[in-house]
């Protein structure tokens, strides 16, 4: 199954762009590319998605590298309640497998 | 609102015993996904079902079952609880395709004595 690798932990200054990578190497064609991120004792909330193209929403912007093998979840400015754990997951069928995410830390 | 719900919140049981941790939505979305979560391996997927009557094993599926009578419910049960099964769990709903996005409940702390 396609897996995802994350760095363990960032940190941020607030009011600072924030960049996530995520790397996705085994990726197939018709895999999407989907971030969450879980809140302090809360379940998973949906961030973003993307096939091939970069994205944008309200929450934040996804890009996308060519081959499709690593993608980066785009924070514009980091807030407090921006602080989580990201995850980056391969959604395909019968599979969404989910790393172990990245911590984000963001400082005052 | 449409939602999804867990239910109990908290547990405590003892080892050997059967356990039946209820999931509950709202939004009518034909797919429902059970998943635990344990500190440093992140959620894990245990079970999903496509729809009424089906059901699918995920990556830690041994102990655990489902079944799938309506589109709202999609109860777990562990058969003999055991210590290995402490953890929280998480339910998840989408609405068709199993790339559509997943909506969760706010999780089931489980502990097994």
């Known amino acids: 199954d396609a897996k995802t690798t994350q760095p363990n932990s960032m940190e941020s200054n607030e009011e600072e762009p924030v960049h996530l990578p995520c790397n996705h190497s085994?990726?197939?064609?018709?895999?999407?590319i989907h971030w969450y991120r879980q809140l302090p004792s809360q379940g998973p909330e949906y961030v973003i998605h993307?096939?091939?193209s970069n994205v944008n929403n309200r929450m934040a912007s996804l890009a996308i590298a060519e081959d499709r093998k690593s993608s980066t979840l785009i924070l514009h400015r980091a807030t407090l309640r921006d602080a989580a754990v990201y995850y980056c997951?391969?959604?395909?069928?019968?599979?969404?497998?989910f790393g172990t995410g990245t911590r984000l830390k963001v400082l005052a | 609102d449409a939602e999804i719900t867990q239910s109990p919140r908290h547990k405590i049981t003892e080892t050997g015993r059967q356990v039946t941790l209820a999931c509950h939505q709202t939004?009518?979305?034909?797919?429902m996904f059970w998943y635990r979560q344990d500190l440093g391996h992140g959620l894990r997927l245990i079970h999903y079902?496509?729809?009424?009557?089906?059901?699918n094993k995920g990556e830690v599926s041994d102990g655990y079952s489902v079944s799938r009578s309506n589109t709202e419910d999609l109860p777990l049960t562990l058969e003999s609880a055991a210590s290995s099964q402490t953890s929280v769990y998480f339910c998840?709903?989408?609405?068709?395709?199993?790339?559509?996005?997943?909506?969760f409940g706010p999780g089931t702390r489980l502990t097994v004595l």
């Open positions: 079902s496509y729809g009424v009557q089906d059901t």
């Open positions: 939004w009518n979305h034909n797919n």
């Open positions: 993307g096939l091939t």
């Open positions: 085994t990726i197939s064609g018709t895999d999407y």
């Open positions: 997951i391969l959604a395909g069928t019968y599979k969404y497998i």
């Open positions: 998840a709903s989408s609405r068709d395709r199993s790339t559509d996005t997943q909506y």
